[in-house]
């Protein structure tokens, strides 16, 4: 399963930014997805992930409210759409495929090579 990443870039605080990551699986409503982000000098945490259906959706305590986690199997694609941007959410954010037809959490074995997202104060 190959996953590319791509939407990330320079944006204001309070501003939006909306990341897509493409699978190339032909089973891709097969796989629950997530997105993950890595700050500099800091470990990757989780943001969001969202059942193979779109029905279910989960997200980290501190972007919800904020992001939103969507995906379209009729394209292979998930979204991760970010509003009221803070300095914080300065990292590279990496989206992650699991093969799951059940509900959070999943382990993720497939990774994309991650989109920069820089929030500027």
């Known amino acids: 399963v190959q996953l590319q990443a791509s939407g990330g870039g320079l944006v204001q605080a309070g501003g939006s930014l909306r990341l897509s990551c493409v699978s190339s699986?032909?089973?891709?409503?097969?796989?629950?997805m997530g997105w993950f982000r890595q700050a500099p000098g800091k470990e990757r945490e989780f943001v969001a992930a969202i059942n193979w259906s779109g029905s279910g959706t989960y997200l980290a305590d501190s972007v919800e409210g904020r992001f939103t986690i969507s995906r379209d199997n009729a394209k292979n694609t998930v979204y991760l759409q970010m509003n009221s941007l803070k300095p914080d959410d300065t990292a590279v954010y990496f989206c992650?495929?699991?093969?799951?037809?059940?509900?959070?959490?999943?382990?993720?074995?497939?990774w994309g090579q991650g989109t920069l997202v820089t929030v500027s104060s």
């Open positions: 699986t032909r089973t891709f409503s097969s796989y629950a």
């Open positions: 992650a495929a699991a093969r799951s037809l059940y509900d959070y959490p999943y382990e993720f074995h497939y």
